[in-house]
């Protein structure tokens, strides 16, 4: 018997001849095998590209807050125009990351909706572990947007804090620059009245309305500030209650994540149950066919003995 040959260079001469004889050169001949061997990364999905442009947002959103921490929290560094300024900035940000987040969403809900596959075949079954692991970024995304927003709501929450705080003292400035001008204006009155015979009765009318109004004004300040401050406390209770809201929400996430994890092993147990089952009612049938065709070996087997004999 002969022997096998290796024919694998003559195969490859054979190729590089019919190469050059279409006008392939060499260098061209060489980078053809070197992507054979070195191959092209795979182009991203939409899904992909959207997702790591909405991680690359977040990111971006984390540097801003890094960058302007100080500038948001300091009170000498900057106004408070431009402190506002920072936070519309970065709530709008954050509304746009949570929007993109939502397309995310709103992908995967219409892809499980109808699960095509290659050539519009419907595959729900290949598309199961794709679509878990496209749920799996939106989570981590959610997380990501969610570290980043509690980090925000904590300079917030020391910005309206340090409001409060100067706020407290200007109102019991307040407080107490309105006694003091309540006795001034006393003994102001006091002294008036004592050289009565000297000033003039329209001055003194004049008088009195410019502290009513003095006094008007001082009490409409200070319902002001007391608005003022109730609200500014309203806000740091809405602040936190925010992020304590997000805070469960993420947990909720996690617990939604966890679930479907179980229902996902769930259903590959059920399959694999299923699939047992049929093996058992297989092997059942066949053993009941065995058992009538022994059956009815022996029977015939007993007759001809019977007969033979």
Known sequence: MAKARDRTEDFKDALRQSARSLGYDEAKLASILASF?????????PFSKAAFKTLESIGELGHFLLKHRKDYTDLHRTTEHERDSIEHEVSAFIKTCQQQIDVLKNSINNEEENPKGWLGITTAKANADTIAHKHGVVLILSERLHSVTAQFDQLRAIRFQDAINRAIPRRKLNRVTRK????TSNSGDAELREPDELRSEPLRVQQQLLDDETRALQVELTSLLDTVQETETKMVEMSALNHLMATHVLQQAQQIEHLYDQAVEATKNVELGNKELSQA??????????????LFVLTFSIIFLDWYS
Not at 37 to 45: A, G, L, N, V, Y
Not at 180 to 183: A, N
Not at 281 to 294: D, Y
């Open 37 to 45: 061997i070195i191959h092209k990364p795979p182009q991203r999905s």
């Open 281 to 294: 009612i297989q092997r059942n049938s066949s053993s009941r066919t065995f058992l009538i065709l022994f």
């Open 180 to 183: 003091d001008s309540t006795e």
